[in-house]
């Protein structure tokens, strides 16, 4: 189904029915691309009036841009619908192979616990896909979060008494520089006290930012509580 081509009748009905797609995100484009649409008309509106003659070049730059925003944004309807269903069927699938179990346990970490898994493939398709970002590899971080296992390209944080779980991005912006900001929630973080005492937190606000390498990847310059 291409929501963009749904009349304004019939995408308003669908967004309002028990469907759990399209939502907020597919909603959200929508507005971004009406915003587009009437940034380009007013250039329109604008460009050869006489009293705007000496700015026209940047009018029309400003309206080539909006054209192109608004297009991105239609196409955003269907990617964050899209995206959605992905994330929905990647919580349907096995939470950790018998590989990944014995990896974790000859690495230490409890299987009786809590196993949360944050995979370098799933921050390079949510940057491509949701940020039109072309990737050529994500370096590690110096000192990641929890175990890192190498044939698995993944980290893994323990604690709790439940199954695997897998975080999930919540918003991400591209700044003017190119730097990348990525907003997700952690299901569990360790947070050292200020004397020192080690305790934890559930549902924590993280932001991790990347910035492009020579070499055209990507390096996670930080991690942190937002």
């Known amino acids: ?24 995100g597919s909603a959200a484009a929508l507005e971004g691309a009406l915003g587009a649409a009437l940034i380009a008309m007013v250039c329109r509106l604008t460009a050869d009036k006489p009293g705007y003659r000496e700015h026209r070049e940047t009018v029309l730059a400003v309206q080539e841009q909006a054209e192109a925003l608004r297009v991105r944004f239609l196409d955003a309807m269907e990617r964050d619908t899209e995206a ?27 299987l009786d616990l809590d196993v949360f898994r944050l995979k370098r493939d799933y ?13 050529s590899g ?9 175990t890192y296992l190498e044939d698995f390209d993944a980290w893994y944080q323990s604690h709790g008494d439940t199954a695997m779980q897998t975080y999930v991005f919540d918003s991400g912006t591209v700044a003017l520089d190119g730097t990348v900001t990525l907003s997700y929630t ?12 080690l ?11 990347l910035c492009q390498t020579a070499g055209g ?9 937002a």
């Not at 749904?6 to 797609?21: H, K, V």
């Not at 346990?105 to 409890?110: F, K, W």
């Not at 590690?140 to 929890?146: K, R, T």
């Not at 990847?217 to 509580?225: D, I, L, M």
């Open 138 to 146: 994500l370096e590690p971080l110096a000192d990641p979060p929890g």
């Open 199 to 209: 305790d934890g937190a559930f549902d924590v606000a993280m932001t991790a930012t």
């Open 217 to 225: 990847g990507w390096r996670v310059v930080s991690n942190v509580r």
């Open 1 to 24: 189904m291409e929501l963009a081509e749904l009349t304004t009748r019939g995408f308003s009905e669908l967004l309002a029915s028990d469907a759990p797609a399209p939502g907020g």
């Open 84 to 110: 959605f269903r992905r994330v929905s069927d990647a919580f349907a699938l096995p939470k950790a192979t018998e590989e990944e179990k014995a990896a974790l346990e000859e690495a230490g970490v409890p």
């Open 123 to 135: 921050v390079e398709t949510y940057l491509r896909e949701n940020l039109w970002l072309a990737l």
């Open 186 to 197: 952690a299901p569990y973080l360790d947070i050292r006290g200020e004397a020192g005492e």
